[in-house]
């Protein structure tokens, strides 16, 4: 089984500052990797995902996230955040038929 | 407009009574899945279904039910709503089994048990 950490639960930023929300897993076998965001009483959608090839994948408002297989990590990035970015996080992973989700990193950005 | 759609959206009920949360999709997927969101603990599977008549349970099954009678309806049975199943609940839905699909979530369904 596979199982997920988000190091940070809340992350506060300031409008065009970078940010960088951390996301750890393990798994026996190979993975698939997602991060999904969830606006304020909305349900998630899809940010980006790593499914194999380069290992940076980005998203079409400006995120991006590196596949480690060494570290096993795939941290999010902006390298500057506007106030609509304001939202929950949620890294996720695959193997197999089998996904789960980290905990969420609530990302708040001040202006 | 591909979706996935819930009912209802808000609910607040008490102890012991039956009640049902419906999730339909129009995208023809064959897995569906139910999620609870509770803080600090992210997503956690409650029970998922490879197709029709075909379902499982996820991490967190005690006290739900599911049934999957037709390909775009998976509702979600609670038979016995106690305080402890109150949560935000996602349902989820993705084309295919052994490919690697991204899931489509509905809008979720807030629910309180008092």
């Known amino acids: 089984a596979q199982s997920v950490t988000q190091l940070d639960s809340q992350v506060p930023v300031f409008e065009e500052a970078p940010v960088e929300l951390r996301c750890n897993y393990s798994?026996?076998?190979?993975?698939?990797l997602f991060w999904y965001v969830q606006y304020p009483n909305q349900g998630l959608q899809l940010l980006l995902k790593y499914l194999s090839g380069s290992t940076l994948v980005e998203s079409i408002n400006g995120f991006e996230a590196e596949f480690n297989k060494s570290q096993t990590s795939f941290h999010l990035r902006k390298p500057s955040v506007h106030i609509s970015d304001t939202a929950e996080y949620f890294c996720?992973?695959?193997?197999?038929?089998?996904?789960?989700f980290g905990a969420g990193t609530r990302l708040t950005v001040k202006p | 407009e591909a979706q996935v759609t819930q009912n209802p959206r808000y609910l607040i009920t008490v102890t012991g009574k039956k009640l049902t949360v419906t999730c339909s999709q129009n995208?023809?997927?064959?897995?569906m899945s139910w999620y609870r969101q509770d803080p600090g603990l992210g997503l956690r599977q409650i029970y998922y279904s490879m197709n029709v008549e075909v379902t499982d349970k996820g991490d967190v099954p005690e006290g739900y039910k599911v049934s999957r009678k037709e390909k775009r309806n998976f509702p979600l049975i609670l038979e016995s709503p106690s305080p402890n199943q109150t949560s935000l609940y996602f349902c989820?839905?993705?084309?295919?089994?052994?490919?690697?699909?991204?899931?489509?979530f509905g809008p979720g369904t807030r629910l309180t048990v008092t």
């Open positions: 989820a839905s993705r084309e295919g089994t052994n490919r690697v699909y991204e899931q489509y």
């Open positions: 995208m023809n997927h064959e897995y």
């Open positions: 798994s026996s076998v190979s993975v698939y």
């Open positions: 996720a992973v695959r193997g197999g038929n089998d996904m789960r």
